[in-house]
């Protein structure tokens, strides 16, 4: 259990560093900003868990297919993770108002944003950002 909380706190502080080195998120390519406040947990898979990392994806997009990967190593218990591809799920692409790709969001179990990422993201950033939100939340 030890090495579990080391290995979080390792990768929280590489993506505090990759953040202040890195500056934004946002690409220099993304052209939209819009990143989803809340969303209803009964549109996504598990709504009972307590937290979701739902992650809009294009077909057509080379960069969405590494950041789901990524995703996809979040999944527990406690962590429900979706793959949102918009030929599949056009309707919470327009629901949402996601009209940029990659677009991944981790949300509460009320279905609040906590954390939201657009385009690349990588592993050490996305465990990061998973572990800081969870454990502001149980402070």
């Not at 009972?48 to 969405?64: G, N, Q, R």
Request: net charge negative; proline share 4%; with cysteine.
């Amino acid at each position: 259990m030890d090495r579990v909380f080391l290995v979080l706190g390792a990768l929280a502080v590489a993506g505090l560093v990759a953040g202040l080195l890195g500056g934004s998120r946002l690409g220099k390519y993304v052209q939209s900003t819009h990143i989803p406040q809340l969303l209803d947990r009964r549109d996504f898979v598990r709504p009972e868990a307590p937290w979701l990392v739902a992650v809009f994806t294009s077909e057509t997009c080379d960069t969405c297919a590494g950041v789901w990967e990524r995703a996809l190593h979040l999944e527990s218990s406690s962590v429900a993770v979706q793959q949102l591809e918009i030929s599949a799920e056009t309707k919470l692409h327009k629901r949402y108002r996601i009209d940029a790709v990659p677009t991944l969001v981790v949300a509460d179990d009320d279905g609040v944003v906590q954390n939201a990422f657009l385009g690349p993201v990588t592993s050490a950033e996305l465990w990061a950002a998973v572990a800081s939100t969870r454990s502001d939340s149980a402070q």
